[in-house]
Nanobody
Framework: VVLQESGPGLVKPSQTVSLICSVS??????????WSWIRRPPGKGLEWVGS???????YYNPALESRTSISRDTSRNQITLQLSTVYPEDTAAYYC???????????????????????WGMGTQVTVSS
């Protein structure tokens, strides 16, 4: 399974950024898998953004939920992340990854546990700057 993220790179504050995770070698509708977006701001740890399940249920980090939407296109086998009204603090490398139900969904701190994920993309950099 190969995951590949793509996005615009540089966005201005208050804009909406859309990122795509293209999946090959496996279907995003395969039973029990979750497809997550995780980000790493410069100099900081991993932050779970949200997940979409094989059955199209979505889960979001409450800190970002009001600005986040995760969707999928089964015909293209793609997962999309939309983050609206971006701030410079949203500058990060954004990754998509596959797992079974990740710990982040249920943990009050939404900790990212790396060993839960079996496939990751290489990441796409998003820089928010005017």
């Amino acid at each position: 399974v190969v995951l590949q993220e793509s996005g615009p790179g540089l966005v201005k504050p208050s804009q909406t950024v859309s990122l795509i995770c293209s999946v090959s070698g496996g279907s995003i509708t395969t039973n029990l898998f979750y497809w997550s977006w995780i980000r790493r701001p410069p100099g900081k740890g991993l932050e779970w953004v949200g997940s979409i399940t094989y059955s199209c249920t979505t889960y979001y980090n409450p800190a970002l939920e009001s600005r986040t939407s995760i969707s999928r296109d089964t015909s293209r086998n793609q997962i999309t992340l939309q983050l609206s009204t971006v701030y410079p603090e949203d500058t990060a490398a954004y990754y998509c990854a596959r797992s079974y139900r990740p710990y982040s969904v249920d943990d009050p701190t939404h900790e990212v546990r790396l060993d839960e994920y079996d496939y990751w993309g290489m990441g796409t950099q998003v820089t928010v700057s005017s």
